[in-house]
């Protein structure tokens, strides 16, 4: 085996294959996520000038 060759020996193969594998539940979870639950809140932009305030935060005048 020639050096810096460990994916080809079992334990890289093992590292790949549990990599992946993460991968594709982690995409899969976020699917399924996205199906099932309606987001309430749209997305946080933090580059997005505009600052959103809670209505709840704000006091009464």
Same mark, same amino acid.
């Given at each position: 085996m020639e050096?810096?060759?460990?994916m080809d020996t079992f334990l890289g193969q093992v590292v790949q294959t549990v990599t992946l594998g993460l991968s594709f539940l982690i995409i899969l979870w976020e +699917?399924?996520?996205n199906t099932l639950y309606p987001r309430v809140y749209p997305t946080?932009?933090?580059m997005?000038?505009? +600052?959103l305030v809670d209505e709840s935060m704000q006091q009464d005048e």
């Open positions: 050096e810096g060759a460990f +699917i399924y996520l946080y932009n933090p997005d000038p505009q +600052i």
